[in-house]
């Protein structure tokens, strides 16, 4: 499995699917007139929406197939071989947002995205609908979303094994958000070593070993 980041909650999934085959699954294409970031061409076979707030919605401008699923909501699907359960969510109040939690189930892989959660941190619904998670992609920045202190509570609520640090301010994006540094700060970590994608595979994930990956844009 392949996860590229392209800012924000953006990301591209690459997954293995039988002998030579592959799926691609592409999450929150950014819309670059509003957050300044470039819109990711991909040849998605599956499109996830979390949220609509910066995101594009016309399927056609990420270079996504014809054919493409998209999924911009709660519900429980499966396409070629990958498995999504999407579920709502609420802000720091307790009210329904647009922002949808997705756990996704790929070469034996748990990925849950966050997108852009406005939670101060997880019910006991949501956990128990997520179940074990091997690989969580969180916003961190602040202001909206959530930032470095209910990033760890939620760390802490699923304990997942690789932690994809997500929604922090980078270069060129019109939002200002925390710099990923607070977040490493507050985990007590010292600075990263951006990777330009994780490549992983179900034998990598070490459960009494979690991590934190930095991916590069």
């Not at 300044?36 to 929406?49: E, F, H, Q, R, Y």
């Not at 939690?101 to 609908?129: F, P, R």
Request: charge should be neutral; proline fraction near 6%; glycine fraction near 8%.
């Amino acid at each position: 499995m392949q996860i590229i980041w392209h800012g924000l909650s953006c990301f591209q999934i690459i997954a293995a699917r039988g002998k030579g085959e592959h799926v691609t699954i592409l999450i929150d294409p950014l819309n670059e007139d509003e957050t300044g970031l470039k819109t990711p061409k991909s040849n998605a076979d599956i499109v996830l929406l979390t949220n609509k707030q910066y995101t594009v919605t016309n399927l056609k401008k990420t270079g996504a197939q014809d054919s493409a699923f998209l999924i911009d909501g709660p519900g429980e699907y499966e396409i070629k071989g990958v498995y999504v359960q999407g579920m709502a969510s609420t802000d720091k109040d307790g009210k329904k947002t647009q922002n949808t939690i997705y756990a996704i189930e790929a070469e034996d892989i748990q990925i849950c995205v966050l997108g852009n959660l406005k939670q101060a941190e997880l019910t006991q619904d949501q956990i128990e609908k997520l179940g074990p998670i091997d690989i969580l992609t969180c916003p961190v920045g602040g202001k909206e979303a959530a930032g470095a202190k209910e990033a760890m509570k939620i760390m802490t609520q699923i304990e997942p094994s690789v932690t994809i640090p997500t929604n922090y301010q980078v270069p060129k994006l019109k939002m200002k958000l925390d710099p990923l540094q607070d977040f490493l700060k507050a985990v007590g970590v010292g600075p990263v070593e951006p990777l330009p994608k994780l490549v992983i595979k179900k034998k990598d994930i070490q459960q009494d070993n979690a991590k934190i990956v930095v991916l590069a844009i």
